[in-house]
C-alpha cells in the first residue's frame, strides 16, 4: 500500500475536492516559522465528519499519513507533511450548528474562525473568549490547546472545550464530553484530544463554553524603565485581586517596532498593555486602582480609555506584533518560540533571555502575557545564513532549558509539533515515553500527523 494508491482511491469519494495542484500544495506545506516548506502529496477538502471517516479509512487502508490543518498559523511546524501524505483542510467545514444561549454554549465544526464564531454570536450577549491573536480555526486551536491574550482571565481551550466529535486512526466516530459543566463519568477524553496536534484524531466538531459579553470594557497602556518593575507592578495587581481580562507586556524592541509598524509613538521602554472587563464603575474603579499600582513602582502614567476604537487600535496594534517585529528586519524570517514560568519567575526568565539575546548576533524582540508567565521571543535572522538560523535555534534551546530550570514548560501555547519535541524528554521524563504509548494504542499504523508530539518510530 502507497500513498499513490491512497489518492487513487479518495479521487471518486472527492472528485474536485481532491487537489493535487502545487499551488495548493506548496500552500499547505509553509509555515509561517522557520521551517522549510514540506508539502503534502494531495489536499482534501472534507464537507461533512462521516466523509472524514471515509476518509481516514481508506488512508489507514493504504497506510498513507493524515495531516489535518485549520487555517495554517501554527509556529511549531504542526502542519507540515514530514512524511508525505494526504492534508485534510477543514476550510470548507466552518458552519456553527447550533447556539445555545441560555446555557451559554455552542456547537461548531472545526473550520470555523474565532473572529467568524464572535461575529455569530453578537445577537447573543455572549462572545467566545480565547484569542490567540492570530484569526486561528476553532479545530487548530482546540488541537493545540491555545491560549492567548485573555487567558489570564477566561482560561485557555482547555477550559472552554466541553465535547468533541473526533474520528478515530481506524475510522470510527467518537463524541467525548457532553453539555453538562462536569461528569465523573470515567477517563476524560475531551482533555486527551485537547492538545493532541491531530496526533491521536481529527476533530470535526466541538461544543464550547460562552461567556457573556462584559457591559463596559476599558484598556490602557503604561511604560517602565525596566522589565522587574513592571512584573512586580502586575504581581501586586494579581495579589490585590484585581481582575484583569488581558495584561501583555512588550519589551523595548518590541515598542520601537510597534511605533515604526502602527504609526503610535512608543517610548523604547518596557510597557504593559491592559483590560478589564465588567460594569461601567468596576472597570472604571479597576483602572483607576491600577494606575496607582503602577505608579507606586515608577511607571508612566497610566493612559485608559472606555472607547472602543481606542481600544481596537491597542489590540490590533498588538495583534499584528509578530509582522511589526519581522518589518523591523526586512527579509528576514523567524523562529519564534514561547516558554512559561511561574510569574515569581518570569522578570528572571525575561532578563536572562535578554541578555543571551544581546550577546548573540541576531536581534530577538519579546512579548507576551504577563498574567499568567507566558512570553515570546521573536529570534530574526537572514533566511540564506545557516550561521544565524544555529544561533536563533541555540537561543531557542537556552529558553527552553531555562523554563524547565525555573519551574515552567517549554510550551506554554504553541505546542510541540516538530520545533519542540526534543525538550520533551526533559519535560516529561518517563511520562513522554507513556504519551507514545497511548499513540500507538489508538495509532498503531502511526498515520496521524506523524512526526509530532512524540517520536514512536
Not at 43 to 66: G, L
Not at 188 to 216: C, H, K, N, Y
Not at 373 to 384: K, Q, R, T, V, Y
Request: glycine share 10%.
Amino acid at each position: 500500500m502507497t500513498i499513490t494508491s491512497a489518492i487513487e482511491a479518495l479521487i471518486p469519494v472527492l472528485g474536485e475536492r481532491l487537489s493535487r495542484s502545487k499551488s495548493d500544495l506548496d500552500l499547505h506545506g509553509a509555515s509561517e516559522s522557520h521551517f522549510a516548506n514540506t508539502p503534502p502529496d494531495a489536499v482534501v477538502y472534507p464537507t461533512s465528519t462521516e466523509e472524514t471517516a471515509e476518509i481516514v479509512k481508506i488512508c489507514a487502508a493504504h497506510d498513507c499519513p493524515v495531516i489535518p490543518y485549520g487555517t495554517g498559523t501554527a509556529l511549531e511546524g504542526h502542519t507540515l507533511a514530514v512524511r508525505g501524505g494526504i492534508t485534510v483542510d477543514f476550510s470548507r467545514m466552518n458552519a456553527v450548528i447550533e447556539i445555545n444561549a441560555e446555557d451559554m454554549d455552542c456547537r461548531v465544526q472545526p473550520g470555523i474562525t474565532r473572529e467568524a464564531l464572535n461575529t455569530e454570536l453578537r445577537a447573543t450577549g455572549l462572545f467566545f473568549p480565547v484569542d490567540p491573536g492570530a484569526n486561528a480555526s476553532l479545530g487548530g486551536m482546540a488541537a493545540t490547546r491555545a491560549s492567548g491574550t485573555t487567558a489570564v482571565r477566561y482560561g485557555t481551550m482547555r477550559d472552554t472545550v466541553l465535547g468533541l466529535a473526533v474520528v478515530t486512526a481506524d475510522g470510527r466516530i467518537i463524541q467525548t464530553g457532553t453539555r453538562a459543566r462536569k461528569s465523573s463519568a470515567g477517563y476524560d477524553m475531551t482533555a486527551l484530544f485537547v492538545g493532541s496536534e491531530g496526533t491521536l484524531g481529527l476533530i470535526t466538531e466541538l461544543t464550547l463554553r460562552l461567556q457573556g459579553q462584559p457591559e463596559a470594557i476599558a484598556a490602557g497602556i503604561c511604560a517602565f524603565d525596566d522589565m522587574d518593575a513592571a512584573v512586580a507592578a502586575v504581581t501586586t495587581t494579581i495579589q490585590m485581586g484585581i481582575p484583569m481580562a488581558r495584561i501583555e507586556f512588550v519589551d523595548a524592541s518590541t515598542a520601537q517596532a510597534f511605533s515604526a509598524y502602527s504609526g503610535i509613538e512608543m517610548p523604547a521602554k518596557p510597557h504593559l498593555m491592559i483590560e478589564f472587563h465588567g460594569s461601567d464603575d468596576g472597570v472604571a474603579e479597576q483602572s483607576d486602582v491600577f494606575a496607582e499600582i503602577v505608579a507606586d513602582h515608577g511607571g508612566s502614567p497610566f493612559q485608559w480609555s472606555a472607547m472602543a476604537e481606542d481600544r481596537t487600535k491597542l489590540w490590533a496594534m498588538r495583534h499584528n506584533g509578530y509582522y511589526a517585529i519581522l518589518a523591523s528586519r526586512p527579509g528576514a524570517r523567524a523562529v519564534v518560540t514561547d516558554v512559561c514560568v511561574p510569574i515569581s519567575k518570569l522578570a528572571q526568565a525575561v532578563e536572562e533571555t535578554r541578555t543571551d539575546i544581546a550577546a548573540s548576533p541576531i536581534p530577538g524582540p519579546i512579548l507576551g502575557h504577563v498574567g499568567d508567565g507566558n512570553f515570546h521571543a521573536i529570534l530574526l535572522l537572514d533566511p540564506d545564513s545557516a550561521d544565524e538560523k544555529a544561533a536563533a535555534l541555540d537561543l531557542s534551546a537556552r529558553m527552553a532549558e531555562r523554563a524547565l530550570r525555573l519551574g515552567g514548560t517549554v510550551t506554554g501555547e504553541h505546542g510541540v509539533g516538530v520545533g519542540k519535541m526534543d525538550y520533551m524528554t526533559a519535560e516529561h521524563g518517563d511520562a513522554w515515553a507513556i504519551m507514545g504509548d497511548i499513540k500507538r494504542a489508538m495509532d498503531p499504523k502511526n498515520i496521524l500527523n506523524p512526526g509530532k508530539v512524540v517520536q514512536i518510530n
